[in-house]
């Protein structure tokens, strides 16, 4: 008789150790990014700053991308390729810049700003070993790299203009970020299209 009292009193607890769980577990909704106010009154979140750092720092390997294929004897294609996203990511990276240097967010570092070696000079000592690496090929074997790349530092732009637009506030970052992702989603596809040749 007193089985069930007992097995009673384990199954609420049980129950109610659930709700506990339930209750602490994902559904508590997750803070947005604080807002913060620049000296030149725009308004913008962490998300933001982040949007702008990253960008300055993944278009930077991009461009060092196209410096190295110029380096090349590349085929037609891949120059016209790489001199059509140069044109885009310069004018992105000298705006993420300047939205960083209105809001006094540290403008990053990256890997073009030790790659500018003068003309005529080789560019062959990166930290990047896929970069280092890329400098040891040339021909097709070259070309096949340089597009298995190409294709990854468009798929990190997408992925990382994605989560400006879900929790960005600045709304020309905001703008920036749906065209880049629709631009390199295109991007994509041509590189791989010549990737398949």
Request: proline share 5%.
């Amino acid at each position: 008789m007193t089985v069930l009292p007992a097995l009673l009193a384990r199954t609420v607890l049980v129950a109610t150790t659930a709700l506990v769980v339930t209750a602490c577990g994902d559904d508590e909704p997750t803070p947005a990014p604080a807002l913060r106010t620049a000296d030149n009154g725009e308004v913008f979140n962490d998300a933001d700053a982040a949007f702008a750092t990253a960008l300055v720092e993944q278009h930077a390997v991009t461009l060092v991308l196209i410096d190295l294929a110029r380096a090349e004897e590349v085929s037609p294609e891949i120059t016209a390729a790489g001199e059509e996203i140069l044109a885009a990511r310069a004018l992105e990276i000298e705006q993420a810049t300047d939205w960083l240097l209105a809001w006094d967010v540290p403008v990053p570092e990256t890997i073009r700003d030790h790659a500018n070696v003068p003309h005529g000079e080789e560019l062959t000592t990166f930290d990047d070993p896929e970069l280092s690496e890329l400098t040891t090929l040339d021909g097709a074997a070259f070309e096949e790299r340089w597009l298995d790349l190409m294709i990854d530092r468009h798929q990190a732009a997408t992925d990382l203009a994605e989560a400006e637009v879900e929790d960005g506030r600045y709304e020309p970052a905001i703008t920036l970020a749906q065209a880049l992702a629709e631009d390199q989603q295109a991007r994509i596809e041509e590189l791989e299209t010549l990737r398949s040749r």
